[in-house]
């Protein structure tokens, strides 16, 4: 068994993959900082017991995705995170379409409830099964399936009325991966 990392070298190391996660569940940059510092600040006290899990990264995934849940209780519905990254453009043709399909499908995807969204970064970012959701959110397998459908329904009906035809089901889902 090798020895558990220190709370400061697992920060260094895992630091930007828990920002990006974080990033994906809140659709804002700014407030996943805050809810990673919050969390960090946490786990600091605890690491002796955190890091003797066998995967303390995935703990602290799921204190990442509890804190946005209560975070987003405290405030309320007040503002609508708006999406501020912008995908990279590779330089093999015109992308802008894309680019721009991709960028407004994740604005709508910033207006989901909460849940939703959390579950639509659970399954398309982390792609997590139903039951894994189920026990990180702490519902029933229905209820992850029933947030998951909602969501989807929301961006299609978003996005045909937004774009000049329907999108499928399919081309949002590939969008989101």
Do not use: K
Not at 137 to 157: D, F, I, M, N, Q
């Amino acid at each position: 068994m090798e020895p558990s990392p220190s709370f400061d070298g697992f920060v260094a190391a895992r630091l930007p993959v828990l920002l990006r996660y974080a990033t994906v569940v809140t659709c804002d940059p700014h407030l996943a900082e805050d809810v990673v510092q919050e969390v960090l600040v946490r786990a600091q006290a605890r690491w002796a017991r955190i890091a003797a899990f066998e995967q303390p990264e995935a703990y602290l995934r799921r204190m990442v995705l509890n804190e946005f849940l209560s975070w987003r209780r405290r405030l309320g519905n007040r503002t609508v995170p708006g999406w501020t990254r912008t995908p990279p453009v590779q330089a093999d043709g015109d992308l802008a379409e894309e680019v721009a399909e991709r960028d407004a499908l994740l604005r709508l995807i910033a207006t989901l409830p909460p849940r939703q969204r959390a579950v639509i970064a659970l399954r398309f970012y982390e792609d997590r099964s139903d039951a894994e959701i189920a026990e990180l959110l702490g519902c029933r397998e229905g209820t992850v399936r029933a947030h998951c459908s909602r969501a989807l329904a929301t961006l299609r009906a978003a996005m045909s009325a937004t774009a000049a035809g329907p999108m499928a089901p399919t081309a949002i889902e590939g969008t989101l991966t």
